[in-house]
């Protein structure tokens, strides 16, 4: 019992710091760094995972039509700015979405984490008293 609380409880202790810095790189970073650490995790409902690559297509293709002469009023050059900036749009609330869930997560990882440490402290209690028992040694001394 008290070796296996043990090993949940590190194993629960891992999750929580890998989530914590997880969630601390979301915070601190910014712009293009934040887009390509974000699009690299392996999170359920991340947009920004698939996302990110073709927004940075649309991106080239934007400069590419500018570099080919097409000025900035026109229309294909506008329609892409467009596509650009919603793109842009949805990887940031993608990002928000990433933080609120990795925050959930770590919430979830804390309170788990709070009842094994409790089955751990109650198993080795017991272990104590039972070695006690055993050597005729009372455990309330």
């Known amino acids: 019992g008290e070796k296996n609380a043990l090993h949940m409880y590190h194993q629960l202790e891992q999750e929580k710091i890998q989530l914590d810095s997880q969630l601390n790189s979301l915070l601190k970073y910014d712009s293009d760094q934040l887009m390509t650490y974000a699009s690299g995790l392996d999170l359920p409902d991340n947009i920004v995972k698939n996302l990110y690559p073709q927004y940075l297509e649309a991106k080239r293709q934007l400069e590419a039509q500018k570099i080919n ?73």
């Open 69 to 141: 002469g097409k000025g900035d009023r026109h229309p294909t050059v506008l329609a892409a700015e467009d596509t650009v900036e919603r793109m842009k749009k949805q990887l940031d609330e993608g990002v928000v979405n990433l933080r609120a869930t990795l925050k959930g997560k770590l919430d979830l990882a804390a309170e788990r984490l709070r009842s094994v440490e409790v089955m751990k402290d109650e198993a080795r209690e017991k272990a104590r008293e039972e070695v006690g028992a055993c050597h005729g040694v009372s455990p309330f001394r």
